[in-house]
């Protein structure tokens, strides 16, 4: 075992050694090019200091592309941060959610033809439909022609996360212990990094994700996901159904705005339930996510990103909300130190001051409508105050930014707060209470075992 993890980290090293030789200064003049056509173009786009702002993020973007996986999910991660970093470079780092290299066809056939001998495809499309990270999506067509989706994790991408994940671990054992114990937070954020990729290369995982959130959103009409096929579903391949449908982020005005309006208020209220009535949710409800299919439903896709939060941390965020409409900076203090890990030299006093000074900034009628500002802006605070919160709450910021920058797309004069705030009470009491009416009911069954039953802690969803 010592081994191999020393094998990787020796390959990840030479691989980062060959980055910083070429790699590196790719990036930066590709990012010369790109940033001098587009001030040939339009020089007033920016100011001065966001030229160079969008110039960092391009040598960014470039360099994460080249330096591998996990780089590359990290710069994915600071593009969805504009609580904390300005928008112009979180701006050219989105493009690393779509700019990635795909796998070539006969690597992908290869491992298609290896996972399913008896060669259920009659016709397999070689242009990928998506590429990701970890994974690619084709086009296929079964033996009896159902058309469907298959998705592949890119072969040689779990021994590359591995290899970069034992070089961080590695500096990090090499730190003064001193140093280490400021750093406490990176090492959680590394380990969240970890738990994250292992989730998303086992395609298992996202096959249990569409199972349970089809079952659960037959409750609603409007919404639908894709089946999957369990007898042909690996930890690296997974076939779904395949959808006809055009993508919320590509509608235009053959649209009409009524239905546009229509469009934005449900998938706001649907993934604010998704995220406070059951604790599951999509983490990466962008456009391209979710589709308007020919019957007038909305379809979710791709859930190989979700974030769960626990009942304790659903009640947390509630009470954030809640502290928000009363104006009350130590509610909404008390409930983000709830459920976050306090370091030892936390400053309570200068926290609650940024915690009011967001309140105060967020006094207006304009502000108030922009509700994912507000949980942005207090989050920033926690994360400057030096607490570190589950990263779940990562995703959860990511989402609600997400599909409030799709919400406005469709609807520019949404009013986000009017929308949230009884979709989010709602939820959060109707999951409660169907918790407490199930415990209840275990309850009822053998009450001779009662005392035995009783949690000991808050149990999650």
């Given at each position: 075992m010592k081994l191999k993890s020393r094998k990787n980290l020796l390959k990840a090293s030479a691989r980062f050694i060959t980055l910083g030789s070429w790699g590196v200064p790719i990036a930066t003049a590709r990012a010369l090019q790109t940033v001098a056509s587009e001030w040939a173009q339009d020089s007033s786009r920016h100011s001065g200091s966001d030229w160079m702002l969008v110039f960092c993020g391009e040598v960014l973007a470039g360099s994460f592309q080249s330096a591998g996986p996990v780089f590359v999910k990290f710069g994915q991660v600071l593009a969805s941060r504009e609580d904390i970093l300005p928008p112009s470079l979180c701006q050219r780092l989105s493009k690393l959610y779509d700019k990635q290299n795909p796998t070539p066809f006969h690597q992908i056939k290869k491992r298609v033809d290896e996972a399913f001998p008896e060669k259920p495809f009659s016709h397999i499309e070689k242009k990928a439909l998506g590429v990701g990270t970890v994974g690619q999506v084709h086009r296929a067509r079964l033996k009896d022609q159902t058309e469907v989706v298959i998705k592949i994790i890119k072969p040689g991408i779990k021994e590359a996360v591995q290899q970069d994940l034992s070089l961080f671990r590695s500096v990090l054992s090499l730190l003064p212990p001193k140093l280490r114990k400021d750093l406490v937070m990176i090492?959680?954020?590394?380990?969240?990094?970890?738990?994250?990729?292992?989730?998303?290369?086992?395609?298992?995982?996202?096959?249990?994700?569409?199972?349970?959130?089809?079952?659960?959103?037959?409750?609603?009409?409007?919404?639908?996901?894709?089946?999957?096929?369990?007898?042909?579903?690996?930890?690296?391949?997974?076939?779904?159904?395949?959808?006809?449908?055009?993508?919320?982020?590509?509608?235009?005005?053959?649209?009409?705005?009524?239905?546009?309006?229509?469009?934005?208020?449900?998938?706001?209220?649907e993934v604010l339930t998704q995220v406070f009535e059951k604790g599951h949710f999509h983490g990466d409800p962008h456009g391209g996510n979710l589709l308007l299919l020919p019957d007038g439903r909305v379809a979710f896709i791709d859930l190989g990103l979700t974030g769960e939060l626990s009942l304790s941390a659903r009640r947390a965020l509630t009470n954030v909300l809640r502290a928000m409409l009363s104006r009350n900076p130590d509610q909404a203090m008390d409930a983000l130190l709830s459920f976050a890990v306090v370091p030892e030299n936390f400053d309570r006093t200068t926290f609650r001051a940024g915690v009011a000074q967001v309140y105060k900034e967020f006094k207006g009628k304009a502000q108030q409508r922009n509700l994912e500002q507000l949980v942005a802006a207090l989050f920033q605070q926690a994360y400057r105050a030096g607490l570190y919160l589950p990263p779940a709450t990562t995703v959860f910021i990511k989402a609600m930014v997400t599909v409030e920058g799709l919400a406005r797309t469709l609807d520019p004069e949404i009013d986000i707060k009017s929308v949230a705030t009884g979709t989010v009470l709602k939820a959060s009491a109707r999951g409660f209470f169907s918790r407490l009416t199930q415990w209840g009911r275990a309850e009822s069954k053998d009450p001779a075992q009662n005392e035995s039953r009783v949690p000991k802690s808050t149990p999650r969803d």
């Open positions: 090492e959680h954020a590394l380990e969240d990094l970890a738990e994250s990729f292992g989730a998303e290369m086992d395609l298992r995982r996202e096959a249990q994700n569409l199972l349970e959130f089809k079952e659960r959103c037959r409750k609603n009409p409007r919404i639908y996901v894709p089946d999957c096929y369990p007898s042909m579903l690996t930890e690296d391949i997974m076939v779904m159904e395949y959808l006809e449908g055009e993508p919320l982020g590509s509608l235009n005005d053959r649209v009409d705005s009524p239905k546009r309006k229509e469009l934005a208020t449900l998938v706001v209220r």
